[in-house]
């Protein structure tokens, strides 16, 4: 069999661009005197920092970085030396690991924080993570707390956006500390302005997989645009990165070009990617001429397709409102349901693939639920397990296996417009 | 009579909670709830949840322990995976199995991704019975934190009154906080007591003591503490050799009750441990004529509360509490006691390791899970730390 092809030109200027940005914090580790603040992709607040210069640094981009690489494991393996437990976060023992090993990646060094930003939605887990950095760096960390959609509204309360913002505050005032400076509003404003942009054009990509056939895939090619989403977000150059994806995947949905040949199966993914085996996970589908038109994972640092925008003229209360309501990971696990029962019908999806990964168990614990409600909705629906992180739970042949059954067995069956697939 | 033949002992005390503890079911709940009307019952999934709040709106809070090792998981491993642990499973499994049924709705709390996720599960699987979520702050240092609390549990509240059709009035409110006070007050005597006299009280004996709250009437626990404090305070027993041991870990899943006995007869005192610790969660008394208590409660949550992995307050170093806890309990060791899975004990043993170590204080690491039933194996690994201690 050949190997399939999946780059583009969007690939290449994703991997000019992100070399600029590991640059910088190799450079910022080596004494540029630009400081870095830790911060987590969910709803992440990154226009703040910009408004001050302050570089981001995503650890949960570093360590899937490292698992991409293949160079997760001896990262884990060392934070498990250190007492970590086999059943934690892969995610946070390659990044203590690697904090520990010198801070020295394949592709940057990563600078020391000048900001611990633990940006709490959702994931609980983050509170270990940045409790244990501040522990071993002997930095403070911000707990910026983001209250959970908790009512049948599915919406914050006006008390909880009122927290929000007045927490947004104090971050202001300890980036002015950091810094030395007054915050600037009109930096603020254009950041949020930049990063509107960036969202109407990720959103409008992310609406081109509703085409058939889908122009990319919606799980593999969308996860190599969150790194700029979110290290680039408030940027000129993220701005310009996204004008270029949007250009050329429009321009492929345009003449009625897929990522493969043929497409044969449109399904929507659940779950993050198993990083360290990436590549034969994407052939596992691709061999079957499947191809996702709608993934979970690529809104856990926003939800731009169902109608958020950043507002330049109220930039603090939209970057509550994004931290709030417009990302999955503080939503509640059946307006999970409700997203994906959205991409099913509107992006026209014939199947449902559950991705569950032991690491992160804001996405995993309950997607047996999951799989109930929607085999009983007559999606047809497969789970299948192994981690994001972590190399050692990934089988191959019999991840491969439970993949060709399922593809087979609806391959017979009716669709929901009454047709054979 | 004298009263002295009239006061219950401890091992009358403790064989009434097993009981209790051992049958299926809420019956001490269900008769409060026919004995005067608009009143409801709630059950509280761990870590700690504001019993006031329900309490004083009519509703009686029942604190959800799992399974146990009795009850077998049929249903419920189909909805959650094999990593995740088995309090999540056993609660869905008892709602899924009627077990939950004499309860009129369930609470979840920011304590886990597990435990947030099964609030949504919960709801969608029992949609007739009303699900409530509550989100603690984590951020400790937000002068916004306590009023933040306090808005939550006014929502808390009006969720109540829907429940038992009655709403609170502050004085319902003050009346909670000095009834769950004297509780508290009375659970952190017997530990004082167990703490200096651990020959006095076993934990296998205080355990069900304390427990049994999660299914009585605040009242009629407070004044079976009472007696407990008496008969325990009265006792006669001599001290034998064993390792004073602080033990933590098991906030959320209880281990089985003859876990807790084996770990007492392989040569242990446990001096201090975090079972149940929502059921004593603060460091002293709430204030309970202030203005407005539900910011009182609020407070006291955010300053005045015990360390828990499930509170993120970073004003303080974990680790470093557990250390100062094993030197103010006079502790040989620390045993870490975790749920299998347990995401936040999991999480909080690497620092509590390096801390413990740099301190020269020694521990265990064990992990257990409330459905397992042969102990041998962990009764022999405690047995071996206690000789390497005992004759080092």
Known sequence: MTETHYQGKLHHLQKELMSEYYAALTASANGSGVPAAYLLIGGNPVELLRAFDILPVFPEVNALQLAVRKQSLPFIQSAEFMGYSSDNCAYVKADIGMYFGGRQTPFATIPEPSLLLCNYVGCNVYLDWFGHLAEFTGQSAFQLDIPFIRTASGK?????????????????????EITGRKLDEEKLREAVRLSSLTGDLWAKIKHLTKRTPAPYDAYFDSVTMMAPLYCLRGTPQGLEFFETAYAELLAKAEAGVGPLEKERFRYVIEGPPPWPHLRAFRDMFSRWDAVAVASTYSTVGGLWEFGFTHDPDHPLESIARHLLEWNLTNRNFLQRYEQIERYLEEWNA??????????CRLFSAGQGDMREYFTKRGVPTLLVESDLEDPRYFSEAQMRNRIDAFFESIAHRPTREGVTA | MSTQTLSPTIESLVERCDRFIEEPGFAPAVAWKNAAPN?????????????????????????????????EIAHADSRFQSFICSIIKSTLEQGMTGLLDDLDGVVFHSICDPARNLASVYSRNFPNTPVEYIHFPQNFEAEEAPRYLRDEYERVALFAAE????????????AAIRIYNRVRDTIRRLYALRRDSPHLLRTRELYPLVR??????????????????????????????????VLTGSFCEQPPLDLIAAIEDAGCYLVDDDFLIGRRWFTGDVPENTGDPLLALAEAYLDASLPSPVKHDMRVSPARLLVERARSHRADAVIVLCAKFCEPSLFAYPTYRKTLQEAGIPHLFLEFEEKMWMFDRIKGEIETFVESLLFD
């Open chain 2, 39 to 71: 009143r409801a019952a709630i059950g509280c999934f761990p870590v700690y949840t504001p019993a006031e709040v329900f309490y004083a709106s009519g509703v009686l809070p029942v604190g959800l322990a799992g399974g146990g090792n009795r009850m």
């Open chain 2, 163 to 174: 429940l038992s059709g009655r709403s609170m009035t502050t004085e319902d409110l003050r």
């Open chain 2, 212 to 245: 049994v709250g999660h299914l009585l009437p605040p009242e009629e626990h407070a004044e079976l503490l009472a007696d407990a404090l008496h008969a325990a305070a009265t006792r006669e027993g001599r001290e034998r050799d064993r390792i004073r041991v």
């Open chain 1, 156 to 176: 914050p309360s006006k008390e909880d956006i009122a927290y929000v913002l007045r927490q947004l505050h104090h971050l202001i005032g300890r980036c002015e």
């Open chain 1, 350 to 359: 014939n199947a449902l693939i559950i991705h569950s990964v032991k690491s």
